[in-house]
């Protein structure tokens, strides 16, 4: 007997490039090659002790062993709040704060709680790869605003407004940005935020790269410069890339009341309770200061320096400096239509397609971020990777 027809509504979401590129390269691996991959998005070192001690004691625990309240443990979302308050300049009932099973899950639910059939979102591009997934499985449309290398990846009030419809009812942003590292200034932030006002847009903001911002960049809280917005803004954010916990699936939400109790009930539903010992441990990360992570952060600007330079090096290729997140967001419209190997490269997928075969070496092709044409690497991996890896493509592109 064949099998019956899975739902349209899944069927049409692709799979995600960035696993694609990475299962091609873990098959070369597998086979002996000597791949370095740039496709990771995630931070290469160990979550820190203080954070691990937490989970131990809270396994021997036994009232982590059952179930706890669905938006989360109560210590931890008083804590967020309070992480907040001290990283974003503004004050959050911890009753609107909903822990999630890592940012992704609260990056849907916020989806989840904002959309109705038909309803655009205005998705600045290049965007990262699951929102797009994320609103078509919440029944809304994607509408992609292009920010290209030349405006340093970062789109304008007037783009934003000539993209709007009667139909927009969600701008999202995520500063600093995966995949272009690009971080939107506290002016930029507030005339976007004022105008999202003025059109009743909801807002939602990604914020999980928030600590990793570099050069001195001066950031803020879209809430802080614009307060107005607090009523219609919902932020997603978690402890994956910040205390290096991509593993512990421990993210979290914050709404306004009626779209945190919307959320609540969608999230007892679906998942309940995230993982008890992993809150325990998010309630370590969160509570503390920022020593770890700021080492980290260190490391990251000393790697995003090396690669940066080293990519602008190659003719053909050129990205503006990267000043959050851990990734270089290369444009290599420079590069298409040239041969290697007997092969063309048209589009920035063939190019990244030549550079694995060629040199071994694994980049996302720009394609997963809604923009043709670039390549995104991370280098959230070691140095000498990069100086090796970064140095295979210069000597291919030569
Ligand atoms: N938001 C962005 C922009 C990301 O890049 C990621 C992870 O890659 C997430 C959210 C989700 O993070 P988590 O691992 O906490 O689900």
């Known amino acids: 007997m064949s099998e019956l027809a899975i739902s349209k509504k899944v069927a049409s979401i692709p799979p995600s490039a960035t696993l694609a590129v990475t299962d091609k390269a873990r098959e070369l691996k597998e086979q002996g090659r000597p791949v370095i991959g740039f ?27 059952k179930y706890s309240a669905g938006p989360g443990l109560m210590e931890l979302r008083e804590a967020v709040a309070a992480k907040t308050l001290r990283d974003s300049g503004y004050e959050v009932d911890p009753t609107n704060v909903m822990i999630t099973n890592g940012g992704k899950q609260a990056v849907f639910t916020a989806f989840a709680v904002t959309l109705d059939p038909g309803d655009e979102v205005l998705l600045p591009a290049p965007y990262w790869t699951t929102y797009p997934a994320a609103i078509q499985l919440n029944d809304g449309v994607p509408v992609p605003v292009l920010a290209g290398s030349d405006q340093e990846y970062k789109v304008t009030v007037e783009q934003l407004e000539a993209a709007r419809t009667d139909k927009s009812k969600v701008l999202l942003l995520c500063s600093p940005s995966n995949p272009t590292g690009a971080v939107y200034t506290p002016d930029e932030l507030k005339a976007i935020g004022e105008w999202a006002l003025e059109h009743n847009l909801w807002v939602l903001t990604d914020e999980i790269y928030e600590h990793l911002v570099y050069a001195g960049t001066e950031k803020a809280h879209i ?32 709404a306004p009341a009626g779209a945190a109790k919307a959320g609540r009930t969608y999230q007892s539903h679906l998942t309940s309770n995230v993982n008890n010992v992993a809150q325990r441990a998010a309630l370590a990360a969160v509570s503390s200061d920022l020593g770890a992570v700021e080492q980290m952060r260190v490391s990251f600007d000393r790697r995003r320096q090396l690669m940066t330079g080293m990519l602008n090096d190659i003719e053909g290729v050129y990205l503006p400096e990267p000043r959050g997140a851990f990734y270089c967001y290369a444009d290599v419209t420079g590069l ?37 044409g670039h390549i995104r690497l991370s280098y959230a991996v070691s140095d000498s990777d990069i100086t090796e890896g970064v140095g295979r493509i210069q000597q291919l592109f030569a």
């Open 39 to 65: 496709g990771a998005g995630e931070p290469d070192f160990p979550t820190p002790d203080y954070i691990v001690e937490a989970a131990l004691k809270a396994c021997q625990d036994p009232k982590n062993h």
């Open 336 to 372: 298409l239509g040239r041969e290697w190997g007997g092969k063309v490269a048209n589009t920035s997928a063939d190019l990244a397609n030549i550079i694995l075969e060629e040199v071994e070496v694994a980049v996302v092709p720009g394609e997963a971020f809604g923009t043709q």
């Open 223 to 254: 809430v802080s410069v614009v307060p107005e917005l607090a009523e219609r803004t919902i932020v997603m954010n978690g402890v994956s890339k910040t205390y290096a916990m991509t593993g512990w699936r421990v993210g979290w939400m914050i």
